[in-house]
């Protein structure tokens, strides 16, 4: 039986929260990776097997397949004992991940707008009042050393993701961004310093 199979682009993007996961979880991987509309994809996608026609998308030693972010870290971490243990605190870690999924989409609107003009009012919008606002509830979801206390669960491997990933270009050091927030700067540096996830940043494909 092989092991699991993580299908994505050579990009961080919408790939590194799962393999930030599977290094969490030291749950081993091959980390498949696809050009930008490379024929290879093209006939992985032909094929049928991403089951919604995108990427990420793992295979499990079983052979089975799944799809979706979210879907793929909460897998993930279920098989590790990283979710928290009580119903309403895993609808809390879903509402975070949830409320950095936001986040996401609204940086990388920044990304792809062509309007100079737009972009400039956009990018003000977005770094100078809604990260920060985000930020301070952030801030109060933090219970502890990380969202849920003691515990490392998929909503600080998802918050992490997004200030690493998205705004630290996947570099260790931690954004400016939280800077006027030493607790989560805190937080920050804590799930860097958990073993798998500190060897997957040091020595990832950038």
């Avoid at 996961?21 to 990776?33: G, H, L, W």
């Avoid at 870690?93 to 309007?115: F, H, P, Q």
């Avoid at 952030?138 to 003691?150: C, S």
């Amino acid at each position: 039986m092989s092991g699991y199979k993580h299908h994505y682009f050579d990009l961080r993007a919408m790939g590194e929260v799962s393999r930030l996961a599977f290094a969490a979880a030291n749950i081993d991987f091959e980390d498949v990776r696809f050009q930008w509309n490379s024929e290879e994809w093209a006939k992985e996608k032909a094929s049928g097997r991403p089951p919604l026609g995108q990427m990420p998308f793992i295979v499990t030693p079983e052979g089975k397949v799944l799809g979706q972010s979210g879907a793929i870290v909460k897998y993930i971490c279920k098989k590790a004992d990283l979710c928290p243990a009580d119903p309403f605190d895993e609808a809390v870690a879903d509402m975070i991940s949830d409320g950095v999924v936001d986040l996401r989409i609204g940086a990388v609107k920044l990304y792809y707008e062509k309007d100079e003009a737009k972009k400039e009012e956009m990018t003000k919008e977005f770094f100078g009042t809604t990260l920060p606002a985000r930020i301070e509830k952030f801030e109060a979801l933090l219970k502890g050393p990380f969202f849920f206390g003691d515990k490392l669960t998929y909503a600080d491997i998802a918050f992490f993701d997004f200030f690493n990933n998205i705004l630290g270009k996947g570099e260790p050091a931690v954004p400016d961004h939280l800077s006027k927030s030493p607790k989560l700067t805190e937080h920050y540096k804590r799930v860097l310093a958990v073993p798998g996830i500190k060897a997957w940043v040091k020595n990832a494909q950038k």
